[in-house]
Every structure is written in structure tokens, then in C-alpha cells.
């Protein structure tokens, strides 16, 4: 189906002199500090086409805003038109077919709402108020992937306002070639406003949470866990970081503030069985706290909410792995240990199962094979004077561990670390490939604050 619409804006445009414009162009990464000329806020498919052709109209750069959580802060740009999905977040559910109609500008929280009434989940972030939008179109990293693959692996279909202001849609029957590439290249093909999602039953309760070990276990708690997770079945989503204990009631006062290990565990099979299948993490002991149990998968989904605040400054980066043997675990916890500041994550993210099932060829995301992504999440309070430390850390943990990285990355954890980088999450025949689809989607390169992708 191809639409051309009237393109007249029906939404509110923000300007600098509007109240709430400073409210509406921050960002997750408080790091980000950018004042769009305009931020124009759609409620349609028709209003995103309409504030693309005024930003060209008008010869201003454009931004996509989703669900702001993008850490290069590329939702919003200086000078420029900030095209502002958040007011499209619906979130329709067809329990019958086992499908999610879900609005550009959704976040998670609500998509996982929306899907447990009916006993339904998609894999999705693993904090509630990262967007569908930015995340999606990276392939999507969540706890049910190795039980039901990316994000990407579950999109059926997506609604698409193009450079040109048609808007399309992209599946396996309608333009397949942008199909292939909106499924992990990212926001640069056209603004989707529908996401078409299939959904699994699963839940509403599911076994899943965290067991925190002492950083002294840290080497111990790194190598049993990849020992497991090298065969883990499918149901079992999990990932382990280095962090420091919150001082939260659950953790024993000794540990609170020092540097731990954080195992989340998410199960997504029969929770009665997950303590028999989970034993080789769950008995490996003694943890400071064990909060695994069995409880709903929106509170799963909404563990590591409270240590992901709006407003931090954030410096990320990532690689994936090809193996993770005794010497890059002595190496994550001698470079990754002591944290600069206690907002830092250091996530070992676990691969395998339905993800690597599918044909690398199948979409533009690749990497299918890597065993374990690196999140090297640096996050500090908003004081500048702790900036380059914080930098200087990840940083060095990053080369620390370069003998062990595959070469490749996944862009939804890194920052501005240039064409370079982005290609090689591709390699060089799908980079071509999207380059070519790149041109013949966004010739003049609209849509290009985003992990870029120049036309060929
Ligand atoms: C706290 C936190 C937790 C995270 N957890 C995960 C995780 O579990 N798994 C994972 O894979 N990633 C995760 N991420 C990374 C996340 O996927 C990326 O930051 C992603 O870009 C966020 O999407 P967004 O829509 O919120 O961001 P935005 O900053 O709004 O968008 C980033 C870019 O994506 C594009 N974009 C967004 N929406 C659309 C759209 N509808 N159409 C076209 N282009 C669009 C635009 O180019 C935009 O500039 C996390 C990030 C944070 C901050």
C-alpha cells in the first residue's frame, strides 16, 4: 500500500519561545544538550509527512524522536526540525491472531502492558521507558530473545513515512527490500509510525530476578554463569554486570555501596520448572541477595528501571564476543572493577537460541552467531567534573578487551564512534547492500542523525 498525503500538519509545533519546549527536547542521556529550531509534535502518519516536508521546505536538518533513549542523543538537533513520535503510542492487541499493532513513538512499558491483559509478550527492552521505536529498528536486545528471537525477528509488518513523504508499507510481500533493511539499520530507510509485532503466550507470571554476589566472587560468578549459558536452553534470557550494590533494603548492609555482580535472570518457560533448569546459577552460592522468584513479567521487565534515571550523563560503548575465556573474565573484572561511579553497568549479555537460528542473511541485523555482547554502560551524575574520568574508564575497559572481540558491534549500545564502527555491524556486503537501499529510499540523506548510513 502506498498513501500520498495532504501535508498539512495537524499536531503542536514547539518553539523555543513555547512552554514545555525544554521539557520536550531532553533526552535520556543527560550528556545531550541540543535546541531543535522546531519540535513538532505527531499524532499520524500524515502529520510525520507533513513535518518532514516543512523541515525540507525550510532547509533544516531533521531528528526522529522515538523514545529519547538513544545514547548519542540523536532524537533531537541543534537548529533543526525534531520530528516527535511520542504522541503515537498506542498499542492495539488481536489476542486471536497474536499480534501488536504498536505506535512509532510507543515506549516498552506500554507494549508489555498492553500484551500481558492477554497472556501475550514480544521480546522487548529490558527497561519499560526505552522506545519501540529506536530499539526495533536496531534488531532489539531483550530477556525473551533466546526463546523468540530480536524484536526484528518478530515484526511482521511496518507502517513507513518516507524522505519523500509517501507513506508505504514494509513486509515480506511489500517492499521487501526496505523490509530487510528497517530490521536492524536502524532509523535511516523512513520514520515507521506501526510496528506490527507477532506475540507468544507467555506469562502473565514468569520465574524470573536477580542474584547479587559480592565483587570479590566477581571471576567465580563470571565463569560459572558463561559455563551455563554456553548450553542454557532456550527459555532462559540472562545477563551479568558489574555494578554496585543499591542501597536498597533487600541488600545486606555490609554490601550496600561496594562493588557486586548482578545475575538477571528471565525465564520464559514453565516457572514451576525453572528452579530445576536454573540450579547451576540459583545454587552457586552464597549470593548477598537472591530476588529470583516467581512473579509477573512486567515487574521482570521493570527490574532495572530504578538505576536507569532520565538525565544522567551516560558514555556507552559495546563489542560483541567471540568466546569469553578465563583471561577476558580476569580482564572485565581487573579493568571493570572499581567503577568510577556506582551509576555504572558493566553487562555481559548472553547470545545463542532463536537469535542464532535465524539466517544471518534473513535481515539487515547480523552477529547472529556472537555467544556474548558487551554493554559497557558508563553513567554518572550530571557533574561535569566527573566526565572524563567516567569516559577514561569505559574507555580502557573497552581496549582492554579488544583480544577477544569478533570486530563487530551492535549500534543500539554504542555511541558516536564513526562510519567505521558502523559498518563493520554490518560487514562489507550487507553495508553495501544498505547503502544501496539507502539510495533508493533517502537519496539526499534526510534521515541522517541516526548511526548514519550514507546513500551510495
Ligand atoms: C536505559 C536504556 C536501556 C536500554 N536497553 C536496551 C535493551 O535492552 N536492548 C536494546 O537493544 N537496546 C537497549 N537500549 C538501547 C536502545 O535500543 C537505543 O538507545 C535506541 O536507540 C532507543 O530507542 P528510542 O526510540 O528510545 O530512542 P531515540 O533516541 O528516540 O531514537 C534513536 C534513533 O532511532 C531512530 N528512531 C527512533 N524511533 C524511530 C521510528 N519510529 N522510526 C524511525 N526511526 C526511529 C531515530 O534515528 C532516532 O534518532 C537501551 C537504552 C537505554 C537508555
Known sequence: MTE???????????????????????????????????????????????AIASARA?????????????????????GGVCVDLRGLDGVAVDPEARIARVGGGATWGVVDAATQEHGLAVTGGRVSTTGVGGLSLGSGSGWLERAFGFVCDNLLAAEVVTADGRIVTAS??????????????????GVVTEFTLHLHPLGPIVFGGMLLYPGFMAVDVLRNWRDFMRTAPDEVGSGVALITAPPEEFVPEPARGQPCVGVVIAYAGD??????VLAPLLEFGPPAANLCQPMPYVAVQQLLDPPNQKGMHNYWTGDFLTDFPDEAV?????????????LTQLIVVAGGGAIARVSDDATAFGNRSAPFNLHMLGMWPPDPSQDQANIDHIRGLAAAMKPWTTGSV?????????????ESAYGPAKYARLREI??????ENVFRHNQNIPPA
Open 58 to 78: 525550510d532547509g533544516l536538518p531533521l531528528s526522529v524522536y522515538g523514545g529519547g533513549h538513544g545514547v548519542t542523543g540523536s532524537a533531537v538537533v541543534d
Open 271 to 276: 516457572p514451576a520448572a525453572a528452579p530445576g
Open 438 to 443: 539507502k539510495r533508493a529510499w533517502d537519496p
Open 4 to 50: 500520498t498525503v495532504n501535508q498539512s500538519f495537524n499536531g503542536e509545533t514547539l518553539t523555543p519561545a513555547s512552554p514545555g519546549y525544554d521539557a520536550a527536547r531532553t533526552v535520556f542521556n543527560g550528556l545531550v544538550d541540543r535546541r531543535p529550531q522546531r519540535i513538532m509534535r505527531c499524532s499520524s502518519a500524515a502529520d510525520v509527512a507533513a
Open 172 to 189: 515480506d510481500t511489500e517492499n521487501p527490500d526496505l523490509f530487510w533493511a528497517i530490521r536492524g539499520g536502524g532509523g535511516n530507510f
Open 330 to 342: 580476569a580482564a572485565w573484572v581487573e579493568h571493570g572493577f572499581p567503577p568510577v561511579s556506582p
Open 410 to 422: 551492535y549500534l543500539n549500545f554504542i555511541g558516536d564512534e564513526g562510519l567505521t564502527r558502523v
